[in-house]
């Protein structure tokens, strides 16, 4: 089908629910329609995925999702996709965001179009995207030093960013591109650049490797990792044996050690921020996102932050992001140990090997949690399987 009647038939479909509310996030669209047409899909998807999550089900049991938004959901992505497929090779191609294509495909799997549809246990929260767009035209970037080209292809966003992957005919390989968003102001771009300097001062196998700073486009180029850990956690789960979770959960520890040892603490420690590059004998792991770090004595922490990494400490809301500490740290880290050795990001019901662990390690009272990386980690290698 031609792109310009795949548009006009997919816009004249939804007549009837077309809306704006997310049309601001899609200015960079030159197709009219096609900018209304992603606005009254990532509200709906938006929509959907929060009344599935207040029909999510607790542990080992499943959850009924009515028929109608069921029926919806399947009618939004199957818009998606045909759109996609009818735009492939034309000037209005586009990406996917790729926790949304994640999650959309995980829907596909149990959504029914009769009778409601169960969701799956163990389905964790969706996460909505407010102010980050979920469809990304497909551009291209030079590598000036070659003079050459490659399509991006969207791996996602956040707030000051977009991250794109690519491939590098020189190298033959893939790479990653992190390019900071148009709009933001000089003190944003300012953290972004530093986000980059501080990554390029650290040297260990276990973070994330990144190369030169485009001025011009704020930009800059990283290695591109096979996965995060939620990624694999979700493909791997069923399959890892304890040893394997140890292992995991060393290398993790590892990388935390280094980067305490330079004074700096992470404050965005979350399953999407702990990446993986999958070799044929092992798995290794490499921490990204360096955008909150807090340096110790440092004017590159703002003491404005707010509260963000949804693995952290609630007591931050109250407490204020500026007073973030070690205890905040192992704080996040005692959460994603505990996911590396059961697969569950909700802590309830903690299986009876790792409860002391968790206890400890989430107390409220924080004189009783692990105190560094050192505390943490003999704790962890103490917990057998069940």
């Given at each position: 089908m031609n792109a310009e009647n795949a548009i006009e038939s997919h816009h004249r479909k939804l007549s009837d629910i077309l809306n704006n509310e997310f049309e601001n996030l899609y200015e960079s669209i030159k197709s009219d329609k096609l900018r209304i047409l992603f606005s009254t899909l990532h509200s709906s998807v938006t929509s959907l995925f929060d009344s599935m999550n207040n029909r999510l089900p607790t542990d080992e049991d499943s959850a009924h999702f009515w028929a109608e938004p069921s029926r919806d959901l399947i009618s939004s992505i199957e818009t998606i996709e045909a759109l996609e497929r009818s735009l492939k090779n034309s000037e209005h191609a586009f990406s996917i965001e790729e926790y949304h294509r994640d999650k959309l495909t995980f829907c596909k799997s149990f959504l029914s179009k009769s009778g409601g549809s169960t969701i799956p246990a163990y389905t964790e929260k969706l996460e909505l995207y407010y102010t980050i767009p979920i469809f990304f035209p497909q551009s291209s970037v030079k590598i000036e030093n070659k003079n050459n080209t490659a399509d991006l292809k969207a791996l996602g966003s956040g707030s000051y960013a977009n991250v794109y992957k690519y491939f590098d005919s020189f190298y033959l390989k893939n790479f990653a591109l992190k390019r900071a968003k148009k709009d933001l102001n000089a003190k944003e771009i300012e953290r972004f650049r530093r986000e980059h300097e501080q990554m390029s001062m650290l040297s260990s196998p276990y973070?994330?490797?990144v190369y030169g700073f485009n001025e011009k486009n704020n930009e800059y180029v990283m290695e591109f990792m096979d996965s995060s850990l939620d990624k694999y956690m979700l493909k791997?789960?069923?399959t890892l044996s304890f040893q394997d979770r140890i292992k995991l959960g060393l290398q993790i520890l590892r990388a935390f050690s280094y980067i305490h040892s330079k004074s700096i603490l992470h404050r965005d420690i979350n399953p999407k921020n702990i990446l993986l590059k999958e070799y044929d004998d092992v798995a290794v792991v490499k921490i990204a996102d360096f955008g909150l770090v807090k340096i110790v004595?440092?004017?590159?922490?703002?003491?404005d932050s707010d509260f963000k990494g949804y693995y952290n400490d609630p007591s931050l809301v109250t407490e204020g992001f500026d007073s973030y500490s070690i205890l905040h740290e192992t704080y996040a880290l005692t959460r994603i140990l505990y996911y590396v050795l059961t697969g569950k990001s909700k802590t309830e019901k903690s299986p009876e090997n790792v409860r002391d662990f968790i206890?400890?390690?989430l107390s409220s009272d924080?004189?009783?949690?692990?105190?560094?990386?050192?505390?943490?980690g003999k704790a962890f290698q103490t917990i057998t399987p069940m």
């Open positions: 973070i994330l490797e791997n789960n069923s004595d440092s004017e590159l922490t703002s003491p206890n400890r390690g924080k004189a009783i949690r692990f105190k560094n990386i050192d505390e943490l």
